[in-house]
């Protein structure tokens, strides 16, 4: 075999047809260094398998872009349009050489381990990557996501609502010590069920869809801030202990932007306010009260329309403040 080829793996490749007819293999291949479908394998041990146009790989196992990878890949080319089929494992690889060869992306790092069941459909790897359908399950450790700093945009939002000064600049680089995803993958859109990450002083969850073939993010979190001491010197991290902040990712994978709902997060700690004011905030089903007997709480939709009849008439008091008492 010749040496790896110097240039990115991420160029598009032709998926192998016409090579496949007419030829009837069995053996086995063991290489210091081998590219496949743009991707570098060391030490590898395969299990070779041509016959009717189609080709196995099985068993297969290498080293990987640091760790190691077991898989069984399968490349039907004996229709019209070749079909791919991957049952892949890998384990402690260094997960942002492995995203640069395959889709020419370097915003995601860490240390990975995790699943994929993918198929797809194409004479290209482009082609194939737009269409894969299966599903993947995959761990980071001691990772970055890079174009994007989950906490200084958060802090520099609660500037903009304090009146405060913008925090100073920071890379755009969040950092953190576990992300956890498992998801689904159709027409090479991967669409999470699960999503956790762990991040300094923020516990992070969502749903949402990364496009492949678009490079493409749309990611809906919640971040839940832990109280840490180190908030307590922040005057822009101080009053976030113990909240939930809603926020969306979106954007191009290289370049993609965050934006804190702050309009939800205020109506919620609004209501909270008003339904404290109102005393009406801490009582739940069954309290007990003063003589010893039970008090139902008032219904839920009740409590909301006093908190939003409330809101209403704080607000209209403003607008008279501003027009001097106007009527």
């Known amino acids: 075999l010749e040496p790896a080829a110097e240039d990115s793996g991420s160029e598009e490749v032709a998926m192998p047809q016409q090579e496949l007819q007419g030829q009837e293999v069995r053996g086995q291949l063991n290489a210091g260094k081998l590219r496949m479908a743009g991707l570098e394998f060391s030490d590898a041990e395969v299990g070779i398998a041509i016959r009717d146009g189609k080709l196995r790989l099985n068993p297969l196992t290498a080293g990987f ?8 890949i399968a490349l039907d080319g004996s ?17 942002q050489r492995l995203v640069a060869d395959l889709v020419d992306n370097e915003s995601l790092s860490g240390t990975a381990q995790g699943h994929v069941r993918l198929t797809g459909r194409g004479k290209s790897s482009n082609e194939v990557l737009g269409s894969l359908q299966g599903d993947l399950a995959l761990t980071l450790d001691e990772g970055a996501l890079e174009g994007i700093n989950i906490w200084h945009e958060i802090r520099r939002g609660m500037a903009l609502y304090k ?8 890379p755009k680089r969040t950092v953190f010590s576990r992300m956890q995803v498992a998801a689904d993958v159709a027409d090479g859109v991967v669409t999470t069920r699960t999503l956790v990450g762990e991040l300094p002083f923020l516990t992070v969850r969502g749903d949402g869809a990364i496009d492949l073939g678009q490079s493409r993010v749309d990611l809906g979190l919640v971040a839940e801030v832990r109280n840490a001491p180190e908030l307590a010197a922040d005057p822009l991290g101080s009053e976030l202990g113990g909240r939930s902040l809603p926020f969306r990712i979106s954007g191009p994978l ?8 702050w309009e939800a997060l205020l109506k919620s700690e609004a209501t909270d306010m008003l339904l404290d004011k109102l005393g009406l905030g801490a009582k739940e089903s069954g309290q007990e009260t003063e003589d010893g007997g039970t008090e139902e709480a008032a219904p839920q939709d009740a409590l909301e329309e006093t908190a939003k009849g409330a809101l209403f008439d704080l607000l209209k008091g403003k607008d008279k403040d501003k027009d001097g008492g106007r009527p």
């Open 65 to 72: 872009y640091d760790g190691r990878y077991s898989g069984d």
């Open 79 to 95: 229709g019209t349009v070749p079909v791919l089929s991957l049952d892949e494992k890998i384990d402690a690889i260094t997960f």
């Open 163 to 170: 009146g405060l000064p913008p925090p100073e600049p920071e």
């Open 254 to 261: 290289e370049d993609p932007k965050l934006s804190v709902d």
